[in-house]
């Protein structure tokens, strides 16, 4: 068992580290969960580089084969985040979010990362209970821009 791998009660879903080969399962999960917001930086490719970039952070739970939870987790040296945090519907309210969640802070701050972000779209209002009700800060202070990579960066 891998450090941030929980050993789960007889009947609940273990988590363990994810994997390329759970990629296929997890895809299925982020496409139907309302809320997980998908792009070209969740092809198998751009995924797999993630997971090469930032070993042990990312985790699955699955309920026997079942995939049942997922956390993406990477950092850039300084500031961890977090995406595509999505449990199926008959195993949501039981903690298995909070468990993903824990796994990756743990993983982090084992590698010297002490601040974690995420980001949850505005209308998604059982997200932002989620993320309220496991401690997070909401940072109305921020807003958030994006510039596609290889753009000019040009103005007047």
Not at 80 to 91: I, R, S
């Amino acid at each position: 068992m891998k450090p941030y791998e929980i050993e789960a009660a007889p009947g609940e879903p273990s988590l363990h580290e994810f994997s390329m080969d759970d990629y296929l399962d997890a895809s299925v999960l982020w496409r139907d969960t309302p809320g997980v917001g998908l792009s070209d930086s969740d092809q198998p490719d751009a995924i797999a580089a993630f997971l090469a970039r930032n070993p042990g952070l990312s985790f699955v739970a699955r309920h026997g084969r079942a995939l049942v939870g997922t956390v993406l987790c990477g950092h850039d040296g300084r500031r961890g985040h977090l995406y595509h945090v999505a449990v199926e519907p008959l195993y949501r309210r039981g903690g298995l979010a909070r468990k993903l969640v824990q796994a990756s802070l743990r993983a982090l701050a084992d590698a010297g990362i002490g601040k974690c972000h995420l980001m949850v779209y505005a209308d998604n209002a059982p997200g932002q209970e989620f993320w309220r009700r496991v401690g997070a800060a909401e940072r109305v202070e921020l807003d958030l821009y994006s510039l596609a990579a290889g753009a000019s960066a040009g103005g007047r």
